[in-house]
């Protein structure tokens, strides 16, 4: 995963540090200051009024104390020789009301000033679009430390008073223009997220933030939320079928909902290849989601059978159909069930697609449009369940209300699961590891687990480190090699598409692999020349030394093969994305 850009102390301006610290102490001190001026004040002047013989009262004193903060002291206290009580408060009270005023100025034209701020704002991510999804967004990234810029075009809204609490500065206007993102900032920012309530608006986005990546030291990552789920897949194939090295933007696309699917089945049924049924409450997005996301496991894993799979809402066929046209996939992989009940329907209430030849599902999972409805129809079904172990999973909207509610009171329920959708899929981990993200991780991986059947380890090898702890030059290798696959494919006359059933069966030539191993290792060597890496006779990575900085012909035959393995490697990588090769020519 992409390693996060936080709020380092030496690359901070002083002065934005000491303003955020000093927020959080603004009003007690304030507050406490006024107080102790009141008071000596009052003392201060009640001392002088004695020392000079004035008659006073209470409210006499009190009124003249007031009128320190009005910048102005009447009557017969305005006589030489004043207690230092009086000289004190006489200080403090117009420094309270300078300072008041000015904070006051500052609350009435904030925007303005936000809009100041952001264009210093360095290493920063830029949501666009605060609603809902760039709420928790902002939120998740400023947990880790991650300074962030939002773009609001809504003005005065619920979720940028919650996100200025939070401290993110704000630039107003629209985020298609690129005035505004430069008032953003964009090229200094190291992620752009679209995250509107309109595809095309995200879209256009995207075009316009290309714009800012030329010229810069690393490349500028933008990720774009698309709501169509076809919209979504179409565009991420076009986005690797493009041939690009070292490409100085990175575009990625997002679905909330596909998300959410994949992340309930890998933590409630981790092993799909050994599962034999599963039940899905509802025909929602999230809910057909998940059903193409366990055919894509199970065929992966290519488990004997198809995976049972009982869709239960008011008139689920129409759903079932669409799937198995959308996604042959699935009908391959999975024997898909429809079962038509409503939730206030008997047959609902007796769950008897819960159990097939005696045996429970393996998960439940209750994906309703209504946070309520899909709470009742979880505890209806895990009371049918009984004693069993199987997990019944209910996703929601939001961590609050009946989220907290499940995890607030566990007993009875143990098997009973919330799953906070915005919460869990617009976390910085997940959101940042994105199709190419993960195609980088995946081919690094596959490179250690060849290492270590060699019987090296990080000892001999430091590329072998796990992702996290692998340094972010070499993690930025990985994702460039990820980002060759469109030249490797257009080298090799073939583009990407869906995956079908027997897509993943694909296999280069011998004379292709050879070819293509060779384009590997030029893009390698161009690689390592831009990050500094010279010829020497052993490999030293302190010193970026490597004695493979030679061109093809002159490899030995083991170096040849880490090359000729990531291209045969290759339509299984994209195949377990959901994705395979076809030849074109």
């Known amino acids: 995963?992409?390693?996060?850009?936080?709020?380092?102390?030496?690359?901070?301006?002083?002065?934005?540090?000491?303003?955020?610290?000093?927020?959080?102490?603004?009003?007690?001190?304030?507050?406490?200051?006024?107080?102790?001026?009141?008071?000596?004040?009052?003392?201060?002047?009640?001392?002088?009024?004695?020392?000079?013989?004035?008659?006073?009262?209470?409210?006499?004193?009190?009124?003249?104390?007031?009128?320190?903060?009005?910048?102005?002291?009447?009557?017969?206290?305005?006589?030489?020789?004043?207690?230092?009580?009086l000289d004190v408060a006489r200080v403090l009270a117009p420094l309270v009301t300078s300072y008041t005023a000015l904070r006051g100025l500052m609350l009435v034209f904030r925007d303005r000033i936000d809009t100041f701020l952001a264009r210093f704002s360095r290493r920063h991510v830029i949501v666009a679009g605060l609603g809902e999804k760039g709420l928790t967004m902002a939120r998740g990234l400023r947990a880790q430390g991650v300074r962030v810029v939002a773009i609001d075009p809504d003005g005065e809204s619920d979720q940028r008073v919650q996100a200025r609490d939070l401290r993110v500065r704000f630039v107003e206007g629209d985020a298609r223009s690129e005035a505004t993102l430069r008032r953003a900032n964009t090229k200094r920012a190291t992620t752009v997220i679209a995250a509107a309530a309109d595809d095309g608006v995200n879209a256009a986005i995207a075009v316009v933030a290309r714009r800012f990546a030329e010229r810069r030291d690393e490349p500028l990552r933008c990720l774009a939320h698309i709501?169509?789920?076809?919209?979504?897949?179409?565009?991420?194939?076009?986005?690797?079928?493009?041939?690009?090295?070292?490409?100085?933007?990175?575009?990625?696309?997002?679905?909330?909902?596909?998300?959410?699917?994949?992340?309930?089945?890998?933590?409630?049924?981790?092993?799909?290849?050994?599962?034999?049924?599963?039940?899905?409450?509802?025909?929602?997005?999230?809910?057909?989601?998940?059903?193409?996301?366990?055919?894509?496991?199970?065929?992966?894993?290519?488990?004997?059978?198809?995976?049972?799979?009982?869709?239960?809402?008011?008139?689920?066929?129409?759903?079932?159909?669409?799937?198995?046209?959308?996604?042959?996939?699935?009908?391959?992989?999975?024997?898909?069930?429809?079962?038509?009940?409503?939730?206030?329907?008997?047959?609902?209430?007796?769950?008897?697609?819960?159990?097939?030849?005696?045996?429970?599902?393996?998960?439940?999972?209750?994906?309703?449009?209504?946070?309520?409805?899909?709470?009742?129809?979880?505890?209806?079904?895990?009371?049918?369940?009984?004693?069993?172990?199987?997990?019944?999973?209910?996703?929601?909207?939001?961590?609050?209300?009946?989220?907290?509610?499940?995890?607030?009171?566990?007993?009875?329920?143990?098997?009973?699961?919330?799953?906070a959708m915005y919460e869990r899929t617009c976390e910085p981990e997940v959101l940042l590891r994105g199709t190419s993200e993960t195609l980088a991780r995946a081919m690094h991986e596959a490179y250690v687990a060849k290492e270590v059947a060699l019987g090296r380890s990080t000892s001999d090898n430091p590329s072998m480190a796990d992702w996290m702890d692998l340094p972010e030059a070499l993690r930025e290798s990985n994702r460039d090699q990820a980002a060759h696959i469109g030249v490797k494919l257009e080298a090799a006359g073939c583009t990407l598409e869906r995956l079908v059933p027997g897509g993943e069966s694909f296999r280069f030539t011998d004379d292709e692999i050879e070819h293509l191993a060779e384009l590997e290792h030029g893009r390698w060597n161009r690689d390592r020349e831009r990050n500094g890496w010279t010829f020497g006779p052993t490999k030293d990575p302190v010193r970026k030394v490597t004695p493979h900085l030679v061109p093809w012909d002159e490899l030995s035959d083991e170096i040849k093969g880490y090359d000729r393995d990531t291209v045969e490697r290759l339509p299984g990588f994209l195949a377990t994305l959901g994705y395979q090769i076809h030849r074109v020519r």
């Open 1 to 85: 995963m992409r390693s996060l850009p936080r709020v380092h102390e030496g690359t901070t301006p002083w002065f934005f540090r000491a303003r955020d610290r000093w927020s959080d102490v603004e009003w007690p001190v304030v507050t406490l200051v006024l107080i102790i001026t009141l008071v000596i004040g009052y003392v201060g002047i009640a001392e002088h009024l004695e020392a000079i013989g004035a008659s006073h009262g209470v409210i006499d004193v009190l009124y003249v104390d007031i009128q320190l903060f009005a910048l102005q002291i009447s009557g017969s206290v305005a006589h030489p020789g004043y207690p230092w009580t």
């Open 227 to 419: 709501t169509d789920p076809e919209l979504c897949n179409l565009l991420r194939v076009r986005e690797l079928s493009i041939g690009r090295e070292h490409a100085s933007f990175r575009l990625d696309f997002f679905n909330t909902e596909e998300t959410a699917a994949r992340l309930m089945l890998l933590e409630h049924v981790p092993d799909v290849g050994a599962a034999s049924d599963l039940v899905i409450v509802g025909s929602t997005g999230v809910a057909q989601h998940v059903v193409v996301a366990a055919a894509r496991l199970r065929h992966a894993t290519g488990a004997a059978g198809p995976l049972r799979i009982h869709l239960v809402d008011e008139d689920p066929g129409p759903v079932v159909e669409s799937l198995a046209a959308r996604h042959p996939l699935t009908a391959e992989a999975c024997d898909v069930h429809a079962v038509r009940a409503s939730l206030t329907s008997a047959a609902f209430s007796r769950g008897e697609f819960l159990f097939h030849d005696g045996r429970p599902a393996d998960a439940v999972f209750a994906c309703l449009p209504d946070d309520g409805d899909a709470l009742a129809a979880a505890l209806t079904l895990h009371r049918v369940l009984a004693d069993q172990p199987t997990p019944v999973v209910v996703q929601t909207t939001d961590d609050s209300g009946l989220a907290s509610l499940l995890r607030a009171d566990r007993a009875g329920f143990e098997t009973v699961h919330a799953f």
